[in-house]
Nanobody, 117 residues
């Protein structure tokens, strides 16, 4: 399984971006997918997750502003980000196939999101 993120860029505070994560092969059988982010000099933080049956979870910092979704017909994971803040600036990574012991098994290379004030 290979994951390729896109959609990052530079946006002003209050703006929106939509990240995409294209998955090689079918995502129909993938149990869960998620988004993480890592700001410069900081640890990678979990942002949101979605299960195979569409149940979603969000970090408190993005709840109400970000929306995670998956399109099994297009083998793509999305993250709609609204009302962006400078503190959302980070490299965003998608991940797939949750393993209870080791976490997500597959990761993308990341896409940079920069929010200017």
């Amino acid at each position: 399984v290979q994951l390729v993120e896109s959609g990052g860029g530079l946006v002003q505070a209050g703006g929106s971006l939509r990240l995409s994560c294209a998955v090689s092969g079918s995502i129909f059988s993938i149990n869960a997918m998620g988004w993480y982010r890592q700001a410069a000099g900081k640890d990678r933080d979990w942002v949101a997750s979605i299960s195979s049956d569409g149940v979603v979870y969000y970090a408190d910092s993005v709840k109400g502003r970000f929306t995670i979704s998956r399109d099994n017909t297009k083998n793509t994971l999305y993250l709609q980000m609204n009302t962006l803040k400078p503190e959302d600036t980070a490299m965003y990574y998608c991940a797939a196939e949750w393993n209870l012991s080791t976490g997500y098994e597959y990761w993308g290379q990341g896409t940079q999101v920069t929010v200017s004030s």
